[in-house]
């Protein structure tokens, strides 16, 4: 029986390519998206298989290149304000996801995971964060006191219900 599925799928994918008048791929492409296609016959051509040098070699041609042009087109003064650069910024996660999703591969991944460590030492490791800073002393006095005189009046609506011997309400 498994054996009769496994023709039908075969003489199947040879009648699709027929009709798509491509070639076989031995390996599926993950989704539907307008360039899925292409990644996966550019992993096909160079590599025979998804491999993660394939993704690799995508990463650093399609995503990478794109966001470093797209960086050098702005001052250096201005990689630091978030409005500049998160279009871009967001633009890149995407395409890594993208690619990632094709190939069948899982997204975040290591690689992926360094690649922005890489981004973020590059470009942005001049730039100052500010620090969180502790909020005024009314806050912090009304949100301590708060909780402090709570509890008293809990306690004694706890004592006046029992104490009434009513335990049903």
């Keep these: 029986m498994k054996g009769v599925l496994g023709f039908i799928g075969v003489f199947l994918s040879f009648l699709s390519d027929a ?3 491509s070639t076989i791929m031995p390996f599926g492409c993950g989704n539907n998206a307008p360039m899925c ?9 160079l590599h025979k298989e998804r491999t993660m040098e394939c993704f690799a070699n995508l ?3 399609v995503c990478l290149s794109g966001f470093r042009h797209a960086m050098a087109s702005l001052n250096n003064t201005n990689w630091c ?4 650069v998160s279009g871009y910024y967001s633009s890149f996660s995407y395409c890594t996801e993208e690619i990632s ?3 069948l591969i899982p997204w975040p991944n290591p690689l992926v995971e360094q690649t922005f ?17 502790d909020p005024p002393p009314v806050i912090v006095f ?5 909780p402090i005189c709570l509890i008293p009046v809990m306690v004694s609506l706890v004592v006046l219900k029992t104490k009434n ?3 049903s309400s």
Excluded: M
């Design 19 to 21: 009709t798509n008048q």
């Design 101 to 103: 999703e094709c190939l």
């Design 37 to 45: 296609e292409t990644y996966c016959r550019v992993c096909y051509d």
């Design 142 to 146: 009304a949100l301590v006191i708060t």
């Design 165 to 167: 011997g009513d335990g």
């Design 59 to 61: 990463l650093e041609h």
């Design 117 to 133: 460590v890489n981004i973020h030492s590059d470009f942005f490791k001049n730039c100052s964060s500010e620090e969180p800073s």
């Design 81 to 84: 304000i978030w409005g500049n």
